[in-house]
């Protein structure tokens, strides 16, 4: 759509991007699945990831310099295009690439800057929208409408539903220029009342100002693990979407990542499912997403088995 609606072919995606496996979606992903996956889409350029705990790009007080490291990113995208940039892909919060939660300030630039470019600016909007952020979008956090929005995950439930909504010249654009896109459960009617039913309860139920209690509740927890246990280098998310990053040395931050699946099994053996993201670069970083229906007790709960996870394993590696 992108494409079609600029003429152009250039998109861009962070380094730590997921936005899926088909050929376009895969090609912009650059977290992993790249290796023996043969050419990609032509003209793909990957953007520096906001890396907040392990960015070389720091201020003089040692604090996460983004302004200068995206204006590096842009300098670097600018030498490498060949003028044809359509769009810029990104995820609020990159989930699966561990946890990155923009700072504030930083989408609205990314915004300026795709428009200086003549760019769209696509928000996927898979893993945060809907409420689990503690906004029904998590875009709206910095005060900015995107171009194109993509759902799924969160729209559907459980179920396979997914939504792409643009403005309107946009669509008129597309429209014009012939644009065709279709699969076969397009407008399934099944899946189509589950999303307006979905949509209908976040907002019923306030759904968003829930995840916001519930996210502060797990994250306030979550740092006092950090207080007490030496290996946890960062707690990052928002709402209910959180991520810990595992280190094994307190001085050199280097990955543990062997000791964070050490933890997500003795969890696990305890009733406590924690995804965990391994990837070069960074430790071995808990995702936890509870549902956005968590209760008070689930999540004192939920923090008590990470509790005895880490006392146990930290234990038995003396």
Partial sequence: MAKCYTGKFEIVAFVASYHGL?????????????????????????FPAPYAYRSPFKKADGSYDWETEMDFGWAMIDRQSVGSLAAFIMEPILSTGGILDLPRGYLQRLSLECKKRGMLLIVDEAQTGVGRTGNMFAFQHDDIVPDILALSKTL?????????STTPEIERGCKEAGFLWLTTHLNDPLTAAVGNKVLEIVERDSITQRASERGAQLREGLLKLKE????????????????????SGADTKAPGSELGQAVSERALERGLSCNIVNLP???????LAPPVTVSVKEIEEGLQILDEAFDYVLNQSR
């Fill in 22 to 46: 088909t050929q376009g979606a895969g090609s912009a992903t650059y977290s992993a699945g790249r290796a023996n996956g043969g050419p990609c889409m032509p003209g793909q350029l990957a």
């Fill in 156 to 164: 559907g439930c459980g179920l396979p539903l997914a939504s792409v």
């Fill in 228 to 247: 007490k246990y030496w290996c946890i280098g960062d707690v990052r998310g928002r709402g209910l979407l959180q991520g810990i990053e595992i280190i």
């Fill in 281 to 287: 670069g960074m430790g071995g970083v808990f995702r």
